[in-house]
């Protein structure tokens, strides 16, 4: 008997700020991001629980969604954003105005090219990957809405597709866009996991 655990996996909408690396800087969602994901969630309506990364363009909405349809939640900083380092708040603009050369190796392989002081690629794969074998084992055969960041999401879509860790920012994941896991629990065999859509809409 093989048991199936659905998981959709959502980018939260626009921030106050505009486009720039952020990943522990902790800005609000903007009108138009709390539309945007309005938008993207309405037509869902089984999930059996929330998860969401702290940060409070994520958990902002989800405490809010979390209420509106009577859905427990919680929140799991093994899902928050990479942390970007010297690169915090700052804009690719900033960034291309001061080193352009630093910008252009990171979009060609982030895993040898962090910013300084930055989280390690490999230590936030570890991280969310930790966090995402948690929730498939404490989840398992429900239906979850997990809220997070571009780079969380990036790294769960890698680890199942087997792309190299290089490849990571080949994946587009935007604004407010889902993205659909589909995991199979057979009896006495590992889970196997399965991309059924990505960045599409319910």
Same mark, same amino acid.
């Given at each position: 008997?093989?048991?199936?655990?659905?998981?959709?996996?959502?980018?939260?909408?626009?921030?106050?700020?505009?486009?720039?690396?952020?990943?522990?800087?902790?800005?609000?969602?903007?009108?138009?991001?709390?539309?945007?994901?309005?938008?993207?969630?309405?037509?869902?309506?089984?999930?059996?629980?929330?998860?969401?990364?702290?940060?409070?363009?994520?958990?902002?909405?989800?405490?809010?969604?979390?209420?509106?349809?009577?859905?427990?939640?919680?929140?799991?900083?093994?899902?928050?954003?990479?942390?970007?380092?010297?690169?915090?708040?700052?804009?690719?603009?900033?960034?291309?105005?001061?080193?352009?050369?630093?910008?252009?190796?990171?979009?060609?392989?982030?895993?040898?090219?962090?910013?300084?002081?930055?989280? $390690?690629?490999?230590?936030? +794969?570890?991280? /969310?990957?930790? !966090?995402?074998? @948690?929730? =498939?084992?404490?989840?398992?055969? *429900?239906?979850?809405?997990?809220?997070?960041?571009?780079?969380?999401?990036?790294?769960?879509?890698?680890?199942?597709?087997?792309?190299? $860790?290089?490849?990571?920012? +080949?994946?587009? /994941?935007?604004? !407010?866009?889902? @993205?659909? =896991?589909?995991?199979?629990?057979? *009896?006495?065999?590992?889970?196997?996991?399965?991309?059924?859509?990505?960045?599409?809409?319910?």
């Amino acid at each position: 008997m093989t048991e199936t655990t659905t998981i959709d996996l959502i980018r939260h909408g626009e921030v106050e700020g505009g486009s720039r690396f952020r990943g522990s800087t902790d800005d609000p969602l903007t009108k138009l991001g709390w539309q945007q994901m309005q938008q993207t969630l309405e037509a869902g309506s089984d999930w059996t629980h929330i998860i969401s990364s702290p940060l409070q363009r994520c958990a902002k909405f989800t405490e809010y969604w979390a209420e509106k349809n009577k859905l427990p939640y919680s929140l799991d900083n093994g899902f928050q954003e990479m942390h970007f380092g010297d690169w915090e708040g700052k804009t690719s603009d900033d960034l291309s105005a001061t080193d352009p050369d630093a910008l252009q190796r990171f979009w060609q392989d982030p895993n040898k090219h962090a910013p300084n002081n930055a989280e $390690l690629l490999s230590d936030f +794969r570890q991280r /969310v990957l930790n !966090a995402w074998q @948690s929730l =498939i084992h404490r989840q398992q055969g *429900q239906h979850i809405l997990l809220i997070s960041h571009g780079g969380p999401i990036r790294i769960i879509l890698a680890d199942i597709l087997e792309m190299p $860790l290089h490849a990571l920012l +080949r994946l587009e /994941v935007p604004l !407010a866009a889902i @993205s659909r =896991i589909r995991v199979y629990h057979a *009896q006495k065999q590992p889970p196997s996991a399965s991309l059924v859509f990505h960045a599409g809409s319910l």
